[in-house]
C-alpha cells in the first residue's frame, strides 16, 4: 500500500514561525572562511534572501583571521553558494544579496580586532539602518568559543536582554562542552555575557523536516498518541548509521568518539521527541520543558549497567558500497592503537509513568553497511494467536511503525491482512507514506529554518542550558564506567557490516533482535 504525499511547502521553514520577516539586524559569522560557512552558512542566508525571508535591512558580516576585503569574501561566498546552495545561483538574485556581505579580519581573542569589528558595525548600522540587532554565530572549534565570547563581552557587542529596542543573540555549535563539568563551565561563561533567552545552542538535526514532523505525527493524530505508552509499545529502537569514516576529521574524533559526537546530541534530542509529554503550547519554553524531563527521568547507569547495557565497537578494515576502506586506526589523525568507540549501542530506560520498563535501543556508527537515520516503534504482539492453525508455526511479526529521518524520508506501519482466496493466509502488509521528492528539495534546509529561527527569536528547536547538562550527565555516566572497564579488543566489527556482535547479544539477551540494517 502507498500514500505518497509531502506536508513539506516552502513557503516557510519551520513549523513554529510566524509568517512575518525578522527584524532588521547583523548577522556576524565568526569562522567565516571555514567549512561549515562554506557548505552551509552561506548557501542558507542565500536562499532566505532569494525567498524574501531576510530583512531588507540586513548585513552579514564575516570574520575569521583570513586577509581578506569586502570583495574577496563576497567572491569566496559565490563560489560556495553555486557549489552547495539547493537552489542554482541568479544572476539578479546575486547582485541584490552580494551587497550586504561584508568582512573583518581579526584574530579571535584580540582587542584591537574585537574593536575594529565594532566599529564596522556601528558603520554598517548608520548605512543600512540597522537598529543594533546582532545575531552572532560562532562556526568555529569549540576551542575558540570562550575566547569569543569573552570578546563579545569586553568589546560591549552583546546588548543585554530586553534593554531598549535591541537585541544580540548567539549561536553556538556542538559540541556544547567535552563532559558534564566542561558543559557547566562553557554555561557559565556564556550566562557572564549573554541571558540564556538570548542562547541558541544549535543541533541541525532539529532544523530537519522529517524530525520535526515527529511532533506533528505524535500530537496532531488522535489515533496515535492513545497507543503511545507502556501498554501497547513493546520497546523502541533509533539509528544514526553511517556509510562514512571520519575522513579528515581524524584528529576531533579522537577525542569525542560516537558517544560524544553523536548520542549526546542527535540520537538524545530523537530520543525526547519520541517519549516527552504533550506540551502545553508550541513555544521555546513548553517543549523544551518536556525534553528536559525526558532526559531528567533516564535511569543512571551504574558500573554494572555500564557493562550490561551499553556496546562500543571501532571499525576494520572492509568494503562498503563494493570499495575497500582502511580501518579506522589506519584513518588520518588517529592512533594506531586508538581506543576511540566510532560504534555504540545503548539500552536506556525512561522512569516516567507513560515509558516504565519499555526499553529505548540507541545504536550509532560509522563505516556500516547502510546509510540510514530511523526510529521504530515496536508494538506489542497480539494477545492471544487465534490463526496459530494457519501459520504453519511461524508466529506473527508485531506491529511496527517506522519513521524514517533520511534517506527515504517518510513514515511506514506494517500490519496483517488476510491473503484472497482460500485456504486462510495472512501477510504483512506495509502502509507507507514518502515524501515527495520535489517537495524536500524545494524545502528549507535545516540552517535556512534554524539561523531564520534564531532571528526571530524563536528558540524552539534549539537546546537550552538544563537540556545539555541533562544529556551530559547520562553521558558521563556511561564514560565513567567505561574508564573503569576494559576496553574491548579492537577493531571488533569490519567496515560495511552492522556493527560489532555484542551488539546483537545487547538485544536479544531481552528476546528482541535489531532491525535489519
Known sequence: MSAPGSVVTAAGPGIARAEAKPEPCAIVIFGASGDLTRRMLLPALYNLAVDAQLPAQCAVVGFARSEWSDEEFREHAREAISEFSRQPIDSAAWQKFAPSLFYVPGDYSSAESHERLTERLEALEGERGIPGNHLYHLA???????????????GGHASPHGEGSRWSRVIIEKPFGHDLASCRELNRLVHSVFSED??????????????????????????????????YVDHVQITVAETIGVGGRGGYYEEAGALRDMVQNHMMQLLSLVAMEAPISFNGRWV????????????????????????RGQYGRGRVD??????????????PNSKTETYVALKVLVDTWRWAGVPFYLRTGKRLGKHSTEIAIEFKRAPNLLFREFLDGRSLEPNLLTMRIQPDEGISLKFHTKVPGSPLRIRPMDMDFTYVATDLAAAPTAYETLLLDAMQGDATLFARSDEVEAAWDVMDEILAGWAELPAPGFPNYPAGSAGPESADALIQTDGRRWLDL
Do not use: C, M
Open 140 to 154: 568555529v572549534p569549540p576551542s575558540a568559543y570562550a575566547e569569543i565570547i569573552e570578546g563579545l563581552g569586553r
Open 198 to 231: 538570548d542562547v541558541y545552542r544549535i543541533d541541525h538535526y532539529l532544523g530537519k523536516e522529517t524530525v520535526q514532523n515527529i511532533l506533528v505525527f505524535r500530537f496532531a493524530n488522535g489515533i496515535f498518541e492513545p497507543v503511545w505508552n507502556r501498554r
Open 288 to 311: 523544551r520543558d518536556e525534553k528536559v524531563k525526558v532526559l531528567e527521568a533516564v535511569r543512571p547507569f551504574t558500573l554494572d549497567d555500564v557493562l550490561e547495557s551499553t556496546v
Open 322 to 335: 563494493g570499495q575497500e576502506v582502511p580501518a579506522y586506526r589506519e584513518e588520518e589523525g588517529v592512533s
